[in-house]
């Protein structure tokens, strides 16, 4: 079965600078990685997806995130932070087929200081 | 509609009572997920519906939970007998099969 983990509960990171959140997965072969944003009170928003070809995905919000099969990481990067970004984010990964639950962590709540 | 729906936003209710929890998915998703969201917790997988084959029963914590689609679309989750360890938020959400959710904004359950 597949698994999740981000190590980091928590990060504060000042307004304007650069972020990076952790994720690591465990799955045989190669897997679907979906990273998620929840604001508090909100369901959660898919921010980028990577199922195949290149290993550095945009996705929205100026959002990034790259594929490292040698590391089983999914980290989740963005050069500027702006104060509308704190909130929890969640990495999840899926099952490349057709028939895929979906495994999440635990989440990284990001505050944002000024 | 646009987005998943889920209804209602907020149920308290009384230890001991059943509770229904209703999702409508994006029209034309083939699969529905739900998802329980304790505090601290993250998001835990309860069940998983993918077009006309036999649900993904495996997350359900006990069977006082339940869970059905009808005709492809709309499900209900139903949590029979109610216990305080019940509280929680309960996320809904669909895809087109490819693993993509788009979640509602979550039923938010008070059991007291």
């Known amino acids: 079965a597949q698994s999740v983990t981000q190590p980091d509960i928590h990060i504060t990171v000042s307004e304007g600078a650069s972020l990076e959140l952790r994720c690591n997965y465990s799955?045989?072969?190669?897997?679907?990685l979906f990273w998620y944003v929840q604001s508090p009170g909100q369901g959660l928003q898919l921010l980028l997806k990577?199922?195949?070809?290149?290993?550095l995905v945009q996705g929205i919000k100026g959002f990034e995130a790259e594929f490292k099969r040698s590391q089983s990481s999914f980290n989740l990067r963005k050069p500027s932070v702006h104060w509308s970004d704190a909130a929890e984010y969640f990495c999840?990964?899926?099952?490349?087929?057709?028939?895929?639950?979906?495994?999440f962590g635990k989440g990284t709540m990001l505050l944002v200081s000024p | 509609g646009a987005g998943v729906s889920q209804s209602p936003s907020n149920k308290v209710t009384e230890k001991g009572k059943d509770v229904e929890l209703r999702c409508d998915p994006i029209?034309?998703?083939?699969?529905l997920y739900w998802y329980r969201q304790s505090l601290g917790q993250g998001l835990e997988f309860l069940i998983y519906?993918?077009?006309?084959?036999?649900?993904?029963k495996s997350g359900l914590p006990s069977d006082r939970f339940s869970a059905e689609r009808t005709g492809g679309s709309v499900s209900t989750l139903t949590i029979q007998r109610t216990q305080q360890e019940d509280s929680a938020v309960y996320l809904c959400?669909?895809?087109?099969?490819?693993?993509?959710?788009?979640f509602g904004q979550g039923t938010r359950l008070t059991v007291v």
């Open positions: 959400a669909s895809s087109l099969g490819d693993g993509t959710a788009f």
């Open positions: 799955y045989g072969a190669t897997p679907y």
């Open positions: 990577y199922f195949s070809g290149d290993t």
């Open positions: 999840a990964v899926g099952v490349n087929s057709g028939y895929s639950t979906l495994t």
């Open positions: 029209s034309g998703h083939t699969a």
């Open positions: 519906f993918q077009g006309n084959s036999a649900p993904d």
